[in-house]
Structures are given as structure tokens and as C-alpha cells.
């Protein structure tokens, strides 16, 4: 006895119609494009409002104001790692211990930084090309064995204090 019987997927090469929901794909296409539009670019960038460099080994020129307050970041102590026991991959710097300068004097406590950041944070600066007054910008150099701890530590006491443009300066 012969089996005449075409297999099921044979129908569809033969010419036979084949419907396929399409529903579900533009359900999704068009819950993408809502996601997009209402997304804010800005946010995937990150929360620190600093500006960094776009490509690695290019310097970039930022239209400041020349009259800045610089404040570097010293590492004085580097400390002894110590392990996180519910992280391994993680770890703690014991005794270390930053200094901080501010223009051409050094600074000893987070205390008299805040005190000194406090001072300044009112004075307005001409911007050189436009003449505007506006806020006065803040550079943060790091040195050698500075963690980013460090840094974060600066940034989030200069945002405090009430500075709006803060800039990273990279070596």
C-alpha cells in the first residue's frame, strides 16, 4: 500500500496561502518607538554634571571663563586593602589619606576646603568671549593613587556648596 499523503509544509510551496500574524511584531515595533520618544537622551550619559573628553587621547578646549578655581586632589597615603568578606571582588582602602589644593595653597581637612569652597562659590566671572557674567567654573586635577572615591568625594562637596559648572581635568 502506497502513503499519498504531502507533508504539512508542502502546501505552503505549492502556492497555498500561509498567514502570519504580524500583530505581536508591530506591537513591539511600535512600544519601541514610544520607549525612544519618551526616553531622555541625557539620562544614559549619567547624573554627574561634569563634562569628560568624547574621545580618548583628544583634548578637548571648553569655553570657561579663565578666572577658575582650581582644586587638585594629593594622594599622601595610599592604605592597605582590606577585603569586603560578603564581596570578594571588593575592597576597602585602610589609613588612606588625601590632601586637597586649592590654587597655590594646600589644604588639610575636608573642614577648610568646605570653608574655603564656601567663600567662593559667590563670585561671578566674565567669560572671555562673551563678556557674560556667570558662575565661576571649577577644575579637579587628580593626582597619582587618587581614587575615584576621592574625586566623588570633591565633586559631590563642590555641587553641595552650590558651584554648577564642574570640569575633570585629565593628565
Do not use: Y
Request: glycine letters at 8%; hydrophobic letters at 40%; proline letters at 8%.
Amino acid at each position: 500500500m502506497q502513503c499519498t499523503m504531502k507533508p504539512p509544509n508542502r502546501r505552503a510551496k505549492d502556492g497555498a496561502d500561509v498567514e502570519i500574524d504580524m500583530t505581536p511584531m508591530i506591537d513591539v515595533t511600535f512600544l519601541l518607538i514610544i520607549f525612544f520618544l519618551c526616553l531622555e537622551f541625557k539620562t544614559l550619559e549619567g547624573r554627574l554634571g561634569f563634562n569628560l573628553p568624547k574621545k580618548v587621547g583628544q583634548r578637548t578646549t571648553i569655553a570657561a571663563p579663565l578666572d577658575k578655581l582650581d582644586i587638585g586632589i594629593v594622594n599622601v597615603s595610599r592604605g592597605t586593602p582590606r577585603p569586603d568578606p560578603h564581596n570578594p571582588r571588593r575592597f576597602e582602602l585602610e589609613n588612606h589619606l588625601c590632601r586637597w589644593v586649592v590654587g597655590p595653597r594646600p589644604v588639610r581637612t575636608i573642614a577648610e576646603l568646605t570653608a574655603i569652597l564656601k567663600r567662593e562659590v559667590g563670585h561671578e566671572v566674565a567669560d572671555p568671549k562673551t563678556g557674560a557674567l556667570g558662575p565661576r567654573l571649577v577644575s579637579i586635577k587628580s593626582g597619582e593613587g587618587v581614587t575615584n572615591s576621592d574625586v566623588t568625594q570633591v565633586i559631590d562637596l563642590v555641587r553641595h556648596v552650590g558651584f554648577e559648572d564642574v570640569v575633570i581635568a585629565a593628565r
